[in-house]
């Protein structure tokens, strides 16, 4: 499977799982750790969560049963418990809630009330405890990773998880070329625009590989350089679908045709989030 290098040299698969409302409806966990744990055997190994989505931990804890060393897991404080010790403390929470003693990834879910010095301070401390191995960002737009960047240990910042889609197209003005170009792999989060892109044009391509619209609309998000992908699939048909389109190749004119149909901005756009 195509893998990317975060910094620090470590490799992690360019397609992952999400698992944004898993968790939500009690009788349906069993199924959905059964989900991330198939997504497992297909080498799906990054499990993006975050102690928003509540229930998700837990049901990322049932699917690690047996299984921790071979998933990478990501997780995420919230603005508001983003100052020094509440960040301590949420990474708790979601280590218990995770049935794990360290997270792979911990990201600051959006900009907050709090200084990105003090996140990063408390995110330093983690590392040092051995609690998270590394940290990053999510929904931060190209003036906001700038600040971060240059504030104490920004530069050590793994990726930047951000809305982007065929619908969404306006990272790759700014923020995309800036994170090639300090080597900051980007998370994309929403590749389905949750399950609302409309496909008709992405089907008609899909004919010639035996394949859908959204497995088309995720080829396309797996070509793009620098791109780690966490489409969230419950189903195991859909899971199926989404490993299948890593080896799906589209073509200039498929290309071509996608951005007729789904244009990237001529302009810079502010950052848009879920
Ligand atoms: N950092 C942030 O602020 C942020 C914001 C949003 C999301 N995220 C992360 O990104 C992950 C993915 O985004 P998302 O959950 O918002 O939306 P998404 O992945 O764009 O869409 C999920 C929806 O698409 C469906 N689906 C999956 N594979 C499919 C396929 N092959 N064909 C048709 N439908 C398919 C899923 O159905 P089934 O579940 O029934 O299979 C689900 O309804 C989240 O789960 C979360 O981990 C992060």
Not at 160 to 175: A, K, T
Request: include cysteine; proline fraction near 5%; charged fraction near 20%.
């Amino acid at each position: 499977m195509k893998s990317i290098h975060l910094p620090g040299n470590r490799e992690v698969h360019v397609l992952g799982q999400g698992t944004w409302f898993m968790g939500v409806d009690a009788t349906k966990r069993r199924q959905e750790a059964d989900a991330l744990r198939y997504g497992l055997d297909l080498g799906l190994t990054l499990i993006d969560t975050a102690e928003m989505y509540n229930d998700a931990e837990l049901v990322v804890a049932k699917a690690l049963e047996g299984r921790r060393n071979e998933a990478f897991v990501v997780s995420k404080v919230l603005p508001t418990n983003a100052s020094k010790q509440g960040t301590l403390r949420a990474c708790e929470t979601s280590l218990s809630r995770l049935n794990i003693e360290s997270i792979d990834l911990y990201l600051l879910h959006w900009p907050g009330p709090y200084p990105i010095e003090e996140t990063l301070e408390a995110f330093g401390r983690l590392v040092t405890q051995g609690k998270i191995s590394r940290y990053g960002v999510s929904n931060l737009d190209i003036n906001q990773i700038n600040e971060a960047w240059a504030a104490p240990g920004g530069d050590q910042i793994a990726t930047n998880q951000v809305l982007y889609n065929l619908r969404h197209r306006g990272i790759e003005w700014d923020l995309l070329p800036w994170c090639r170009e300090h080597h900051l792999p980007i998370m994309a989060y929403s590749p389905f625009n949750q399950g609302r892109l409309s496909t008709e044009i992405l089907e008609k391509i899909g004919v010639r590989h035996n394949a859908n619209g959204f497995q088309i609309a995720l080829a396309w998000l797996l070509e793009q350089d620098g791109v780690i992908v966490i489409p969230k699939a419950a189903d195991k048909a859909h899971i199926d679908q989404n490993h299948a389109a890593l080896d799906i190749q589209l073509s200039y004119d498929e290309l071509k045709q996608i951005t007729e149909a789904f244009p990237c901005p001529d302009h810079a756009v502010p950052l848009q989030m879920l």
